[in-house]
């Protein structure tokens, strides 16, 4: 815990002008963003005695090391820059929306010849028009069911688009009537867009024009006696009419307007958006916030204004926005929005009216979205606060290990042998933080001397780390591991890591790799695998890491220096804990080892051609027809194919030259001989044997 004042600014150093401020730990890392009209004053307010702060704010101002700011020029600007560091960073103490949705759109593809109505998630793109969001998908396709009777646009993807263009067939949408069947040429493009405009209107809330339209309609097709026609006409209004009754008109004037309402206790608050187009309800969205910093309700809005209109542009921002309390100060939010959507924006706490009465429905829906949070949460959390004491009761350790790193070992007989980390928080993955080794050491299985080389290199990273930012004393020569790649869930190569130079960046508090040190380092093994990860932390003097292994056959944990095991009850919420981390690092462990050995079982001998890519291997194999036309023929006639210059084929003549030729290929299911002149996709060779039956059937159990 670190004194504040040990780090405070002298008060001549903080200018007294708009900025934003950053709080970083003793790791560098950011842990708090904020930003004030005066930086002297508000940075003041974090540094008196810490008895009159806040418990949070306490928190977060003993858990910092250092404090840095910059100065803009206005008080908008300080919001964009606020706004954009919280979603650089991810500070831990600043307010953040837990919301795992990505929330479905109604999207009409204006963009395209002939445009689309479809449901999208994620990120808006240019030329589509987007209706929503909604809650679920299956209210969007209920919608557009109805619709599609009157405006019937097309809604098929681009496959079926052109194979019924090819065939001269529309799908079943077109025979219904649902269609209008603009792949067979029914209508012409233009006629098309037209219906997709008019369904666009529709949805955007000009729905009388319509609707009169079909009545008087009716009434022609009636008084000419054209029943048959008057009756779809009539079914036509009843399905918009559904559609509207789904959308029930709760504000007047066809307003365009989101009302924002929270619904907060001392430790987490509940923010429900309710969007209204046209008048009517067209979504509802929410999220749920720990309180990890003193705020208040305006702060709340504020941030929830940031969350919703942070990455929109034009007309996704509504005209009005209606919420409990009004941030402090109100111009630079309203500025901000107003200059994200192009027009004025009125940010407003609605007093009567409809506008009141629609504010205490959203209310209502954030209390109870507050309350079923926290039903859902408090067992949850509680096993997992349970099940950290536990092991660390267990493991007699002076606090309980927030922060958890376990590796495991992955062979196939001795080959593609690997290594992976896995990291749990406060219980919870925290699957940005994983990593993968490959064992380069030496050669063959040795699960021992694996843990202890991979252990060495993870730490070696770390005391590398400190010693760049000058925390590391010991005058250690660490290493860089250059072997890790970063991401739990980035594609899986064999690419080894940038220099440590290159890859350990200044500081700007973004997490870094191997940046941060474990209270907990589990292994998956027993007693050897332990005592090689101890052994690992004594060489480099680290002594302030615990260490474990779970041994698999009786689920013992054990501890360096002891020969006995820790036997944790069956029923024991640790035991649970380190299972889930043991078991998260073998399947991350194995997924890596299963992928290296596939692709080196598709290897062939272009792959081992030094700057060959994928695009020319094909060039070639699409020129010669297989592998071994490729290796009979010349220099001059591989130069034929385009992008192959005469060095490069030279270096491919010499390269299939090595790769003598195998016995030929034969199905041992039937005896028969394979032929290798068919095309090689692979690029790959097509004389290989052929194998029969998993690779874990071929060649041994996996570890």
Not at 47 to 54: I, N, P, V, W
Not at 126 to 151: C, E, M, N, S
Not at 427 to 434: A, H, I, N, P, V
Not at 564 to 591: N, W
Request: aromatic letters at 6%.
């Amino acid at each position: 815990m670190a004194d504040p004042s040990s780090y405070r600014p002298k008060p001549g150093q903080i200018p007294d002008s708009p900025g934003v401020y950053r709080f970083r730990d003793e790791h560098r890392r950011v842990i708090y963003v904020g930003k004030a009209k005066s930086l002297r004053q508000r940075l003041a307010n974090y540094f008196q005695d810490l008895s009159g702060l806040h418990p949070r704010t306490r928190t977060m101002v003993t858990t910092a090391a250092s404090v840095e700011w910059t100065v803009v020029s206005t008080e908008v600007e300080a919001l964009q820059l606020e706004y954009s560091w919280i979603k650089e960073y991810d500070p831990r103490f600043n307010v953040k929306y837990r919301d795992d949705k990505s929330y479905p759109y109604l999207a009409v593809t204006m963009n395209e010849e002939f445009p689309r109505v479809q449901v999208m998630r994620g990120h808006k793109k240019k030329g589509v028009r987007y209706f929503g969001p909604y809650a679920h998908a299956w209210a969007i396709r209920d919608t557009v069911d109805l619709l599609l009777r009157v405006f019937p646009v097309r809604t098929c993807s681009a496959g079926v688009f052109k194979n019924a263009a090819r065939t001269g067939r529309p799908c079943l949408l077109g025979y219904i009537g649902k269609c209008s069947a603009p792949c067979v040429g029914r209508v012409s493009a233009e006629e098309h867009r037209e219906l997709a405009e008019e369904f666009c209107d529709f949805m955007a809330g000009r729905t009388g024009t319509y609707l009169r339209r079909l009545e008087k309609q009716m009434a022609d097709a009636a008084e000419e006696m054209e029943y048959e026609r008057a009756a779809r006409l009539r079914d036509d209004i009843e399905a918009l009419k559904k559609a509207m009754e789904k959308n029930a008109v709760v504000l007047a004037d066809a307003t365009d307007a989101d009302l924002i309402a929270v619904a907060e206790d001392e430790l987490e608050a509940a923010v429900q958006i309710f969007h209204v187009r046209g008048g009517r309800v067209r979504g509802q969205r929410g999220w749920v916030t720990d309180k990890v910093e003193d705020v208040t309700t305006g702060a709340l809005v504020e941030h929830a204004l940031q969350q919703l209109y942070g990455e929109e542009r034009g007309d996704s921002v509504p005209k009005e926005a209606l919420v409990p309390a009004l941030p402090e100060p109100v111009e630079p939010v309203q500025e901000w929005l107003t200059e994200r959507r192009g027009s004025n924006v009125s940010l407003r706490i609605p007093q009567r009216g409809d506008k009141k009465a629609l504010m205490e429905t959203v209310e209502r829906n954030a209390q109870q979205a507050l309350v079923l949070h926290k039903t859902r949460r408090a067992s949850d959390l509680t096993t997992r606060s349970r099940a950290l004491e536990e092991i660390a009761e267990a493991l007699d350790l002076d606090s309980a290990p927030l922060r958890i790193e376990c590796y495991d070992i992955s062979h196939l007989q001795g080959d593609d042998v690997v290594a992976s980390m896995v990291v749990f928080e406060d219980g919870l993955q925290r699957k940005s933080e994983y990593r993968r080794f490959q064992i380069k050491g030496f050669e063959g299985q040795d699960d021992v001397r694996s843990m202890h080389e991979v252990i060495t290199r993870r730490f070696r990273r770390y005391i590398a780390e400190k010693e760049r930012t000058g925390e590391w004393t010991d005058g250690e020569n660490a290493l860089a591991d250059t072997t890790a790649t970063p991401l739990a869930d980035a594609p899986l190569t064999d690419a080894a890591e940038a220099p440590l130079t290159s890859s350990l960046k200044d500081d700007d508090g973004r997490p870094k790799r191997f940046a941060y040190p474990p209270q907990l380092v589990v292994v998956d093994g027993g007693q050897p695998q332990v005592a090689a990860a101890k052994r690992a932390l004594d060489e480099l003097g680290i002594d302030d890491i615990a260490v474990c292994g779970l041994a698999k056959r009786l689920e013992e944990v054990w501890v360096p220096d002891d020969d006995d095991p820790v036997v944790l009850p069956r029923s024991s919420e640790g035991l649970y804990l380190l299972q889930r981390v043991r078991d998260e690092a073998h399947r991350f462990a194995i997924t890596y080892q299963r992928t290296k050995r596939a692709k080196r079982f598709r290897a062939g001998p272009l792959d081992e051609v030094p700057g060959l890519g994928e695009t020319r291997k094909q060039a070639l194999i699409k020129h010669f027809g297989s592998v071994k036309r490729l290796r009979a023929a010349t220099i001059e006639q591989i130069c034929e194919v385009p992008g192959i210059g005469r060095k490069t084929a030279e270096t491919i003549a010499v390269a299939l030259a090595r790769a003598a030729s195998p016995a030929p290929a034969v199905n041992t299911a039937t005896g028969e001989i394979i032929d290798d002149e068919e095309p090689d996709t692979t690029a790959g060779s097509p004389g290989d044997p052929v194998t029969t039956g998993a690779p874990e059937e071929r060649r041994g159990q996996e570890t």
